[in-house]
């Protein structure tokens, strides 16, 4: 970010080349030497925050005089802008905090009793119904996918309200004029030189303090130890969208500062090519250039087909370093802004301190006789072989660690494998904890990378006789909870699953099956779509558990699997089950007194939905409707995951099933809300 604070010709050259100790003062003495101001004159001087000195009274001329006056005014109204920022920031996530914990105190000391929480809300809670039902309505869907992605309204809003306050703050408080200073010409030069000195320097200031003001937000968007998810409870990943459009902003800023002092020196000062060379050896000048570079790299490599061509890790790790050397080569640049830079620096290593300790937390106690202090999980696999679309690693292991939340997730790393690098995935089964140890299992689909590589050492391990094993490091868990989301016992619950998505989905399935409560009306569904019929052994011990099991808490539970790319008959889940397994299962259903659920599993062809033919995935608008017109009493939640193309149509579907005005008339077949793994897949 060239020249932050350049505003006269730059008569000496900076010639110091030593220590890196001396580099910022060496910076600012060099700056005072050529400024317009004589610091050599016995004045008074007054102290601006982030910016040199101001002598007073100004002995500089009226031109002079009249341009310095706009260039500090400008710069400690874009230092009380940047301050309002900050505090308009603090007053939303103060408030959205005060806000959860009121409606959360509420709801404690007014629960919803059985008998009562089938009837339409009433009061505060019938307002706040209706007003999220409208703002879904028209918020939900997915906006301007051509610039933005699979993005909602509601980010984008939150983002043009931000480009719009920083497109404010940059203009306002500004005197635009003109004013012609003489310049002392050197030996050789005609005399009648005059710099014209424009409104341009003191803004392109200002859009280079507001770039630093913006960095510390953009670190604190993307740390996923988030402060931000302890205040608003929502989960990191939520928040990476405003942290990458917030670093477009930064390199739209960081160009706008660079283009504005080149044309300020190059075509405005004189003369020239004196003062541009002089101008270019000039140490802050050169961080500055270094800056931009980086911020150039750091942009570059967040580009969707580079990030698929050098591969995830790479694009992480590199964003990494080239960030906090950013924040370095910004504080070279202009020191007395640092109060921005030295905060971000701050954020990226408390994360990193964070995500460590959480590591260690979890692999602190050790199983059985093992010692030490650091013990990774030992990993059953199963392995699911397909070479047309990637094979399926199923991972099962036991750990001693306090259990997570329904819909959070962990980060994996394989020990057999990088230690580098680490996989965010979600856990399938319901956490249960017997004796001291957690129960995980996991599914992922081999594409590339680390995952291929495992894939390939457990099909290696099973041609050598060995047992399919690895060990497991996890870091976690993160992301949102999605029971302690719901709003009401009655809530209906959809869940809608594309291939391993199903982990974010069958999760509630299992929890809400083993919760024990009175009857309801209550109806829970869950849709998977998967390639082939043969996909559901997958998770066979999960099925085989829900269709044997007395479930007390769901009255109404389904389970529809869509093959997409197999034909025939429907198939039904004990027709795929063992004799054995169908024996075992009427004795249970004899031996419980509850609601038994058997053959709560349906395969179909694909042919029997409809497709979105551009999308080329089923069209899930008739099975949410059909879901909702079948509902007795009650808001609904649809918890998803799937490819992309099926989660905006989902997004689009929900929306229209909205409405705040049924909702406040009692109509709660359209209160519909959407809980979605939105991670980002590259």
């Known amino acids: 970010m060239t020249s932050l604070l350049l505003i006269t010709a730059p008569w000496q050259r900076a010639t110091s080349h030593h220590s890196m100790a001396s580099l910022f003062s060496r910076a600012v003495s060099s700056l005072k030497g050529r400024h317009i101001q004589d610091h050599t004159l016995d004045v008074n001087v007054t102290k601006h925050w982030g910016y040199a000195d101001r002598q007073v009274p100004c002995l500089n001329g009226p031109g002079n005089c009249a341009y310095l006056d706009l260039v500090y005014s400008s710069h400690d109204t874009g230092m009380i802008f940047t301050g309002v920022l900050w505090l308009t920031f603090l007053a939303i996530f103060i408030g959205w905090g005060l806000f959860r914990l009121f409606t959360r105190s509420s709801s404690s000391k007014h629960p919803s009793s059985s008998s009562s929480s089938s009837s339409p809300p009433t009061g505060l809670n019938k307002f706040l119904r209706a007003a999220a039902a409208t703002s879904r309505h028209h918020l939900l869907p997915d906006c301007i996918r051509v610039i933005f992605g699979r993005t909602t309204r509601l980010q984008v809003l939150i983002l043009a309200l931000l480009a719009g306050y920083l497109s404010i703050f940059s203009f306002a408080g500004l005197t635009y004029g003109k004013w012609l200073t003489p310049i002392k010409p050197r030996p050789g030069e005609p005399e009648g030189l005059y710099d014209t000195r424009t409104t341009l320097g003191p803004w ?141 620096i701050a954020l990226w290593f408390l994360d990193r301190f964070l995500r460590a300790g959480r590591t260690y937390l979890i692999h602190r106690k050790a199983i059985g006789k093992d010692t030490g202090f650091f013990h990774p999980a030992q990993a059953s696999a199963i392995l699911f072989p397909n070479s047309v679309d990637g094979d399926i690693v199923r991972l099962d292991f036991e750990h001693p660690h306090r259990a997570w939340d329904i819909g959070q997730h962990f980060y994996l790393c394989f020990t057999e494998g990088s230690i580098w690098q680490s996989h965010p995935l979600t856990p399938l089964n319901a956490p249960v904890t017997v004796d001291g140890l957690t129960r995980h299992s996991y599914l992922f689909r081999a594409k590339s990378g680390e995952t291929l590589k495992m894939a390939e050492l457990l099909k290696d391990k099973s041609q050598k006789g060995e047992s399919l094993s690895t060990g497991v490091i996890l870091t976690g868990p993160y992301g949102e909870s999605l029971l302690q989301s719901h709003r009401c016992p009655d809530e209906n619950i959809l869940c809608i699953a594309g291939g391993t998505g199903i982990t974010y989905a069958l999760p509630t399935i299992l929890a809400l099956a083993r919760r024990a409560g009175v009857k309801s009306d209550r109806r829970v569904e869950l849709i998977w779509f998967v390639r082939h019929a043969s996909d559901v052994e997958w ?141 980002l897949e590259y």
Not at 231 to 241: H, I
Not at 312 to 332: P, S
Not at 593 to 609: Q, Y
């Open 539 to 679: 998770i066979r011990p999960e099925i085989d558990a829900l269709e044997t099991e007395e479930v007390e808490g769901v009255v109404d539970l389904a389970i529809r699997v869509y093959a997409t790319r197999d034909g025939g008959d429907t198939l039904e889940s004990g027709a795929a089950s063992s004799s054995d397994e169908q024996d075992k299962g009427e004795s249970k259903e004899k031996s419980t007194a509850g609601i038994s659920r058997r053959h709560i599993l349906t395969v179909e062809p694909a042919s029997s939905i409809k497709t979105v033919e551009s999308a080329r995935h089923p069209d899930v608008r008739p099975l949410v409707e059909d879901f909702l017109d079948k509902t007795i009493a009650g808001p609904t939640t649809v918890i998803a995951s799937g490819p992309g193309a099926m989660m905006s149509e989902l997004r689009k579907v929900i929306a229209d099933n909205n409405s705040g005005a049924r909702v406040w008339k009692g109509q709660q077949r359209y209160d519909v809300a959407l809980r979605c793994d939105d991670r």
């Open 204 to 344: 392109s200031n200002r859009v280079g303090v507001l770039a630093y003001a913006l960095t510390p937000l953009s670190v604190l968007l993307a740390s996923r130890e988030s402060l931000l998810t302890v205040v608003t409870g929502l989960p990191y990943q939520k928040f990476m969208f405003l942290h990458r459009w917030v670093g477009y902003i930064i390199v739209v800023q960081a160009l706008l500062h660079t283009v504005g002092w080149i044309v300020v020196v190059v075509g405005l000062y004189g003369p020239q090519p004196r003062r541009s060379l002089e101008w270019v050896h000039e140490l802050y000048l050169i961080w500055g250039i270094v800056a931009v570079l980086l911020l150039l790299f750091l942009y570059s490599f967040t580009l969707p087909f580079v990030i698929r061509r050098t591969g995830y890790e790479f694009f992480r790790k590199a964003h990494y370093v080239l960030a906090m050397v950013y924040c370095g080569a910004c504080i070279a640049h202009w020191e007395r802004l640092h109060c921005f830079l030295t905060p971000a």
